[in-house]
Every structure is written in structure tokens, then in C-alpha cells.
T-cell receptor, first 110, second 117 residues
């Protein structure tokens, strides 16, 4: 199984600012996925990040709000831009056929 | 459309009793099915998956799940519940018609399992 780390583990941010979340994997993977888990809710896919190509966003998520980078096969970042309180969620990255998950980034926007 | 249903928001079980957490799915192609567990303030931990082969899948911490194609179900079971099993359980499906074996997962809304001593 892949070992996945995320930074930061949690943050409290002000409305209108942006936060970049990092996801690091201990092995090379083709596809990385970014999910959002709003309070008390299930997981919703934000986008799929392939190395060397543009991320593919799900309905309701746009690149301007959630820009993603995938510079190599072990690393990806997700930026939450121009944040509002509605963006308060846990953000998780996952990889692999089994989709092992990172520990998540808990974001609170005030 | 792909979907996963977990009909119970919460399941209450006494320690030592068997437990079942229900999951049904809807996909257009063949499914890959998964169960994950989430402890408070933690990420998701993989429990088990069904891809092909034996319909009864055994996973971590003594959990197992049975794939039933005719009923489109993948219920999670454990013969004897522990208090430490109390957590949030998510069922998920991957539709092989969308993205193949590397496609994303569709998650159910989760079932809170509470095991009392």
C-alpha cells in the first residue's frame, strides 16, 4: 500500500485568502485524486490529477477556484482560492487502484 | 448514473454481537467495491475491496463483505463487534465503464457504527 502524507494537517484561514495543500506519495503513481468532505458529509471528488496534463474537474468544481499542480509522479498540490466559510472541509488526496487516502487537511475558514 | 446507497445513518450493536452495515450500488458496468473506515479526526482507512473472484471478501480488523450481484449489494459484516469498531464506515464503488481500473470512486453517505459495551 502507498504511504501518503499531506501538509498542512489543519489550518484556520481568513475569508478571501488562499491555501495550498500538498500531497506526497512514497511511490510513483499515475493518477491522484482530490476529494472534499464537508462537515458531516460524504466524500466528493474535486478533480483527477495526471502528471503532465491538465487536471480533470468534476461538475461543480472549476480550475479558477481549485487550481491543481502535478509536477511529478509522487507529488500534487491543491489550492483553495478566495476562500469563504463554505470551503471549510476536510480535503483528502488519494492514489492507486485501491485508492489509499492521505490523512486529510482540515480547513476552517472564518 | 453511478450511485451508492447506505440506507442506515447509524447502526447500534452490543459488543460481542455480529454487525452488518448495508450498502447497495448502481453502475452501468462491472463494479469494483470498497469499504473504508473513518475514525474521529482521522483520514479514511481502507478495509477491503471486491474486484473479481470469490464473492466473500475478507479484510482488515476481522471485517468481511459479501458481493451479491443479483441484489447489487456489498454489505459489511463482522461476527463479533468490538467497542473499538465504533466509527464512520463508507462504502464506495468504481464503475469500470468510467476510467477503468484507475477511475475515481463514488462514495455512499456513510454509516455511523456505535458498539456499546
Amino acid at each position: 500500500s502507498a504511504v501518503i502524507s499531506q501538509k498542512p494537517s489543519r489550518d484556520i484561514c481568513q475569508r478571501g485568502t488562499s491555501l495550498t495543500i500538498q500531497c506526497q506519495v512514497d511511490s510513483q503513481v499515475t493518477m491522484m485524486f482530490w476529494y472534499r468532505q464537508q462537515p458531516g458529509q460524504s466524500l466528493t471528488l474535486i478533480a483527477t490529477a495526471n502528471q503532465g496534463s491538465e487536471a480533470t474537474y468534476e461538475s461543480g468544481f472549476v480550475i479558477d477556484k481549485f487550481p491543481i499542480s502535478r509536477p511529478n509522479l509522487t507529488f500534487s498540490t491543491l489550492t483553495v482560492s478566495n476562500m469563504s466559510p463554505e470551503d471549510s472541509s476536510i480535503y483528502l488526496c488519494s492514489v492507486g487502484e485501491t485508492q489509499y487516502f492521505g490523512p486529510g487537511t482540515r480547513l476552517l475558514v472564518l | 448514473a453511478q450511485s451508492v446507497a447506505q440506507p442506515e445513518d447509524q447502526v447500534n450493536v452490543a459488543e460481542g454481537n455480529p454487525l452488518t452495515v448495508k450498502c447497495t450500488y448502481s453502475v452501468s458496468g462491472n463494479p469494483y467495491l470498497f469499504w473504508y473506515v473513518q475514525y474521529p479526526n482521522r483520514g479514511l482507512q481502507f478495509l477491503l475491496k471486491y474486484i473479481t473472484g470469490d464473492n466473500l471478501v475478507k479484510g482488515s480488523y476481522g471485517f468481511e463483505a459479501e458481493f451479491n450481484k443479483s441484489q447489487t449489494s456489498f454489505h459489511l459484516k463482522k461476527p463479533s463487534a468490538l467497542v473499538s469498531d465504533s466509527a464512520l464506515y463508507f462504502c464506495a464503488v468504481r464503475d469500470l465503464n468510467y476510467g477503468g481500473s484507475q477511475g475515481n470512486l463514488i462514495f455512499g453517505k456513510g454509516t455511523k457504527l456505535s458498539v456499546k459495551p
